[in-house]
Structure formats: structure tokens, C-alpha cells
């Protein structure tokens, strides 16, 4: 296998560690939102999440309440259809539009892929159906088309387990060739999933803030622990994520500071 993958900042927020960890440094951190494409060669482009969305957020109070927990700071370049097309590649050309959950900061450029085919869990299309504050879920983020969307929903059934590297992992096969499996990752959001792409480089979404602090989720305070779905299916991924990181899979999570925009090079 020899696609390519390709790393997008499309916007970022900044916390202080400390007030996310017992332990933690005080340190401001900054954690850009990152969005992948993985383009197989043959015409297929799996898009990995979508960033945050760039101008107002039409969600009203709620989306007030969210921008003071978690300040975005995003400009119009952020946009990743329009860094797309700057890196010359057409949005339209886009052929499936995976989202890890449906926070603000991962569906925010949805509206850039109206062609595409959006890959959801079941779990994302039930919280998608009863939206919750606290899940942080506003469907005023999506665009208008959205119930329209050509969407491939996948059932519970639809994941198998998988042996990776030694690893036991609950995996759906997205394009039937083991070039890009979506993982169970389950605790963050509701139907949280990871993707593991040419069998070494599993995004991870939001199982974690970062790769220096999956070993931390013992450490989460209160209030980050509180807005995880599931906090202990959200250690238990942590933990599953620390043995595929042992078996050799290079782990990338959404809010990892990469320097490079080529990752399987
Ligand atoms: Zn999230």
C-alpha cells in the first residue's frame, strides 16, 4: 500500500495543563484541531475530521457557553476546503468525510463537502438525533443540506475484531482493502472512533489530548472528566491505545502539534 496522508491545522485552542491535570504544569498549551487526508491513489480521499468552522457560529447561547470553556481562535485561511484547494487539491474531489465525534472543533468544515459521503457510527447518529448540551453537540454547525448528505451509517455489527499487531482491536473495514480501518474509541463522545491507516498510523481523534497525555488520563480533573461520555471507556481506550503504541503503530491524536503536513513519509 502507498497512499499518502496529510495533515491540516484548521484552527486551535489554548489551556493551561494545570487546569486539566492534577500535576499538570502550569503551562498555556496551545492544541491546534487537526484534520487528515489520506488520498489511496486511485481516486479515493478519505477526509479525517473537518476542523472548526471558520466565521459566526449561529448556535446562539450555547455556542456563547462553549467559546468561554473552550476558546477557539480561527481565521478564514483556517478553512480546510479552502487549504484544500490552496494545496491544489479539490474539495470535490473529496470522496468520504470521516468525523472521530461531533464536536464543534471536528464538524466545523462540513459545509466545504456537500459531494462527499459522511461516515458515521451509530452511536454519532444517535447523539446526533437527541442533542445534548452537555454531549456538546450543535447540529447549527451543520450545514442545510446536512439531512440530505449522502451518509454511510455504520451499525454496531458493522465493526469486527481485528488483530493488530498483536492487538485486539474492534475495527471496520471502510474501504474493504485494510487501508483504513475505523477503530472503537470509545469515552470521549458518544460513538467516538479512531482510524488506523495502511495498518501503522491509527488517528485517534480525541481519546486523548495529546500523546504526551494519554499516560494522564488517570490525572484528568474533575470538570475535563466530567465532559468525557464514558470516563471509563474513555481509560480503557487510553489504555488499548498504549498497547498498540507498545505493538509499533505510530499514534496521532487530533490536537497533537505535528510539524510535518506528509505523515506516512
Ligand atoms: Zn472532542
Redesign the pocket.
Known sequence: MSGRLRHYVCGRTAHDLSAMFRGGAHETREFPSGVFLFDRGDGTRVLFDTGYATGEWNIGWRGVLYRRLLPPTVAPADDIARQLADDGIDPASITHVVL??L?P??IGGVSGFPGATFVLTAGQQRSLAAPRLRA?IFTGLLPSWWDEASKLVLADDAFRDIDVSGVSVWAADLLGDGSYLLIDLPG??EG?VGALVEGRMLLA??AAWGGDLLGATDDLRALPRAVQHDAAAYRRSAALLQNLAAAGIRLVF?HDPLGARELLD
Open positions: 472521530s465525534h464536536h472543533d471536528h456538546g470521549h463522545a467516538h481523534g480525541d487530533s
